[in-house]
């Protein structure tokens, strides 16, 4: 089993900047895709950016520009760099990563509360 814990969080003016980790642990870990996602108050989770354990991303075209994914294979680390934070990014983070060995098989961390004000 394959837990993740998001860290780096917190409350930031417009304009600002913030960076994101999630590590994944586990006695086996065996992860293909990791991302992040983001549920803003009353409004469905939807896909930030996600990267390949080769390092292709993937950006939602309403955050392409500010923010940036990346990982660490040998930590197990995704990481998201998001920069000239609107209000509209606030929201609860939460990271994902895809089973490398287990079709259908995802994980999800508990989420990381980013608030962005005016």
């Known amino acids: 089993q394959v837990q993740l814990k998001e860290s780096g969080g917190g409350l930031v003016q417009a304009g600002g900047s913030l960076r994101l980790s999630c590590e994944a642990s586990g006695s086996s870990v065996s992860i293909s895709l990791m991302g992040w996602y983001r549920q803003a108050p009353g409004k469905q989770r939807e896909r930030i950016a996600v990267?390949?354990?080769?390092?292709?991303?993937n950006h939602a075209n309403s955050v392409k520009a500010r923010f940036t994914i990346s990982r660490e294979n040998a930590k197990n680390t995704v990481y998201l760099e998001m920069n000239s934070l609107k209000p509209e990014d606030t929201g609860v983070y939460y990271c994902w990563a895809d089973d490398l060995d287990v079709v259908g098989r995802d994980y999800w961390g508990r989420g990381t509360q980013v608030t962005v004000s005016s």
């Open positions: 990267i390949t354990r080769d390092g292709i991303t």
